[in-house]
């Protein structure tokens, strides 16, 4: 894929996914708070997935690439909080991933990650 082509990607990406919550946010679901942070973002080779909160809401992680992709998949239901995982993500290439977080209602909220290598 040449250069020009995947920055017209990255920004569609972007215009597509202008609602999208910065890392770290705080949100919502069912008046039930939490904080995920996925750091550090921009990432190279390991990222932290961190989950506070009183509740726990979210059932499940998924981490995509920008045409949806499934490139990482973590189940966190009936896990105590908080929860911090590490993900080894050496074998992806360099881009934007989106980070979407499920409760059993559906999507709750989508990070966006950017892989620096």
């Not at 809401?57 to 105590?80: M, N, Q």
């Amino acid at each position: 894929m040449n250069k020009k082509l995947q920055s017209i990607i990255v920004i569609i990406a972007f215009l597509s996914f202008g609602n999208v919550l910065s890392a770290g946010a705080q949100t919502h679901s069912d008046s039930v708070a939490y904080t995920l942070s996925t750091t550090p973002n921009p990432f190279d080779d390991r990222l932290e997935i961190r989950i506070k909160g009183n509740t726990p809401v979210i059932k499940y992680i998924k981490i995509t690439d920008i045409i949806g992709k499934e490139v990482a998949f973590l189940d966190v239901a009936d896990r105590p909080l908080p929860i911090n995982y590490y993900l080894d993500f050496s074998g992806l290439k360099q881009g934007l991933y989106l980070c979407n977080v499920y409760s059993e209602k559906g999507l709750i909220e989508t990070k966006r990650l950017y892989r620096n290598k």
